[in-house]
């Protein structure tokens, strides 16, 4: 067997290799047979050919691609596909009905990384969608997850929900927990949030 997963290493790098030096055809012949096989380790190879498919403006393609992936078993491949097809279908295909169901699967994997980013994503479909009250639960049990990443994603989303549908309290009460976390790429924004909310607090935040 790791015999097979050395041989789709050697595949998926050459591919890279490929795409380094600009032939996006000559990688997506490389990996397209390997994929349609299902031999063992394809579902490695399933979320780069379809993100080609995505630049080549071959949006069903890679959807068919990333649900190949999502049936493929893998504990991690097959989740992440699911991400990926639901942000297609919902930022893409305007199937927000379908990217529901993607993230819900991605959400049932259980994975450290993959469940809350499937719930923050899970929110964001809600909140298309009209939900509010889904929306603020979902964005607050990423919050509960307390992911060094996702949790202080889904507090500045949280917060500019709230800013929007006219909580200034809740917005500004999130912003500030944002704020607080430090966290790199999202510390400024919720620092501009503050600032935007109360323009007096401006001096405290600087």
């Not at 393609?61 to 049936?71: K, N």
């Not at 800013?163 to 200034?168: A, F, K, L, T, V």
């Not at 510390?187 to 401006?202: C, I, M």
Request: negative net charge; contains cysteine; aromatic residues 6%.
């Amino acid at each position: 067997m790791r015999k097979h997963y050395k041989q789709s290493e050697s595949i998926l790098e050459e591919a890279i290799e490929l795409v380094g030096v600009g032939d996006r055809r000559g990688a997506r012949r490389l990996l397209e047979p390997f994929v349609e096989s299902r031999g063992p380790g394809y579902a490695q190879a399933v979320i780069p050919l379809a993100l080609l498919m995505e630049r080549a403006g071959e949006m069903e393609s890679a959807a068919r691609l990333y649900r190949i992936g999502m049936d493929s078993g893998d504990s991690i491949e097959g989740p992440q596909a699911a991400i990926n097809l639901g942000c297609l279908l919902r930022d893409d295909l305007g199937d927000l009905g379908g990217a529901r169901e993607a993230f819900e699967q991605a959400a049932r994997s259980g994975h450290r990384d993959i469940t809350p980013a499937a719930i923050n994503n899970l929110a964001a479909v809600a909140r298309l969608q009209g939900n509010a009250n889904e929306t603020e639960l979902q964005y607050r049990q990423v919050v509960a997850s307390e992911h060094p990443d996702y949790a202080p994603v889904a507090m500045l989303n949280l917060a500019g929900v709230l800013e929007h549908d006219g909580d200034i309290e809740g917005a500004r009460e999130w912003y500030k927990a944002a704020l607080a976390t430090g966290h790199q790429f999202v510390a400024s924004d919720a620092r501009s949030g503050l600032v935007r909310l109360d323009s007096p607090y401006a001096e405290e935040v600087r």
